[in-house]
DNA sequence: GACTGATGTAGAACGTGTTACAAGTCTAGA
DNA sequence: TCTAGACTTGTAACACGTTCTACATCAGTC
């Protein structure tokens, strides 16, 4: 963590495969096998273990290109989170949530995902820490994460895979619920709160909210 | 920021000065001059210039005392950040908060340290991220510094100095109010929202909690 | 097939957070 | 005053993120 620096990143070019498509079949495979092993490694060590040449030698790729794949340790982990909250996005297009009110389904929504991390709590060490460490530079993962958030939230609150028209006040009302969300998980990866406060401080921040 | 472990530190005996009070008069002033050269860089260039071979020689004490005082740079940018603080909850028990509603009160508490903050964008950069960063050795400073907030907001909320008894609503509602102002925070920080953001998302979620 | 530029590899090197250590200095108590 | 122990200093060493360099490989073009 030497030098992440506040300053944009000069783009060497196009850069390879920074995106997750685009690139050669080759080289879609390569940034998999890194994004694998970054997981691999913090589910078993959290944020520490997640040493980049080790996630080099684990992806079997060299350092350099671990680099020119993602430009620094929180450009991976984040992409990282940004692949996981994915499938929650895809998940949450192909069917309804379950639940009577916009409550119950945001909550359904958000429990699940806050179990599923909670399952894997050096998992979540290393994203969450990243996430929350990430500068001016990793702007473009982070949108991705808050968006895939924001869709996920926003389809629980109307109970269909259908976006519709969010109103300026649902928007507000998403987004606190994500920073609620988030600063649940921070204080639970750092062990200021158990598995039971961050479901309850949500559950509170939701109802408050949809009242 | 090789290894901020996870793991709770342990503690060689009675730390001389960890904490604010106790030790010598000599131990206390070095502790204030690292706190004070810890300002002063971050203040300059951010998380970044805040090396601890730089505090140390600007602080004129040795790297082994500087970590004898702080064991790492985030415990050390977390304690300039409480110590911060602190200021505020001493201004607030002085005078009552000016504003006709608990609205209008908060809003002014906050946008006044907003607005502060901002003021040093490098030294917010360097505390707001060294706290984001934290991990379970640090519980000790960020909850010194969560009350610090919790006291304010609870003070704004109510008009008064005195606090008063804090129901368990307004209590969850001052958490909801402190995670969304760090958020945001957070999201100004690193260039994903500008000043005005900061202030708009922070009246819609008092807005909205309040109601 | 040979050339060329982008991409990948292996490994050294550098910077900064952190730790370790030997020696000096200060303080409390005999 | 003297001594034991805690504290401080100065400096070296180590770990890991990051950068750099020299060379190999591969894809597309002639």
Redesign the interface.
């Known amino acids: 963590?030497?030098?992440?620096?506040?300053e944009p990143r000069e783009t060497d070019g196009p850069t390879p495969a920074t995106a997750p498509t685009g690139g050669s079949a080759a080289q879609r495979e390569r940034r998999r096998r890194i994004l694998d092993a970054t997981i691999t490694l913090a589910a078993e060590g959290?944020?520490?273990a997640v040493q980049m040449r080790a996630v080099a030698e684990q992806a079997e790729v060299a350092l350099g290109t671990l680099y020119r794949y993602f430009p620094s340790k929180i450009h991976l982990l984040v992409s990282a989170l940004a692949r996981e909250f994915t499938k929650d996005v895809d998940r949450s297009a192909i069917r309804a949530t379950p639940g009577d009110t916009a409550h119950e389904r945001i909550m359904y929504v958000l429990n699940r995902r806050t179990r599923a991390l909670q399952k894997q709590p050096k998992l979540t060490?290393a994203l969450v820490?990243a996430f929350?460490?990430?500068?001016?530079s990793?702007?473009g993962e982070?949108?991705e994460v808050g968006t895939s958030l924001t869709t996920v939230i926003s389809r629980a609150m109307h109970g269909t895979p259908d976006h519709g028209e969010v109103t300026e006040?649902e928007a507000?009302?998403i987004?606190?619920i994500?920073?609620?969300w988030?600063?649940?998980l921070?204080s639970w990866v750092?062990?200021?709160m158990d598995a039971e406060d961050v479901e309850k401080?949500i559950d509170?921040?939701v109802r408050?909210?949809l009242r």
Chains 1, 2 share one sequence.
């Open positions: 963590m030497t030098s992440v620096s506040t959290g944020f520490d060490e820490r929350m460490f990430a500068d001016q990793v702007t982070i949108h006040e507000a009302i987004r606190i994500s920073d609620v988030l600063s649940a921070i750092t062990g200021r401080s509170v921040a408050l909210l």
